[in-house]
């Protein structure tokens, strides 16, 4: 079974800098070494749908989500259509910037058909849970650069 992972930084930037780049979602693909593109179907904002790209490897796929929190200076969370997995980044000022948090959720489990997909073609579940949370480190390093510049 799947579990949630996390991963946490602190950036030297106030909520608002932060949010400036996160809250940006075409800067998805500068910040998330899989997201290609990151589209939203409207304005971002609660029940926004997104059509993404990614990629693992030399494997590329397309996905769709819905935006499911979209507060300036706290909270993105967003439900990947495909798989139900929900992505989370809450901000928390503290004393000498932002804490971020970064969240992979899977509250109804992985459908057999993903967990299939996981397990031919991305290495199976406890090396594609490695690699998500290698780049869920590399996403908020890279979140970090950006907002501290």
């Known amino acids: ?86 992505w989370s980044f809450t901000l928390e000022a503290i004393e000498n910037g932002t804490r971020v948090v970064e969240r992979r959720d899977i509250p109804t489990g992985v459908a057999k058909p993903v967990q299939v997909l996981i397990e031919k073609f991305l290495g199976g579940e406890q090396r594609f849970e490695a690699d998500l949370v290698l780049g869920m480190n590399e996403t908020l390093g890279r979140l970090k650069a950006a907002a501290e510049r």
């Open 1 to 86: 079974m799947p579990s949630p992972l996390e991963a946490t930084i602190d950036i030297h930037a106030t909520p608002e800098q932060v949010w400036g780049v996160l809250g940006d979602l075409a800067r998805m693909q500068e910040l998330s070494p899989t997201t290609l593109k990151m589209q939203p179907l409207g304005a971002p904002k609660a029940g926004t749908w997104t059509v993404n790209l990614n990629k693992v490897g030399w494997k590329y796929y397309p996905t769709t989500a819905k935006i499911l929190a979209y507060e300036p200076n706290r909270q993105l969370s967003f439900r990947m259509n495909e798989n139900t997995t929900i």
